[in-house]
């Protein structure tokens, strides 16, 4: 899963910073929709 949330990153030109619960991959996938 971590790998295709890391395509959608490079795909959208967003970093992404993984926590043990993935807190900030959920707000980073609100800026990417």
């Known amino acids: 899963m971590k790998r295709l949330i890391i ?14 619960k993935d807190k900030l991959y959920k ?3 609100e800026e990417f929709e």
Do not use: E, I, M
């Not at 395509?7 to 043990?20: E, G, R």
């Open 7 to 20: 395509k959608l990153a490079k795909k959208y030109n967003c970093p992404v910073k993984f926590t043990k």
């Open 27 to 29: 707000r980073s996938r």
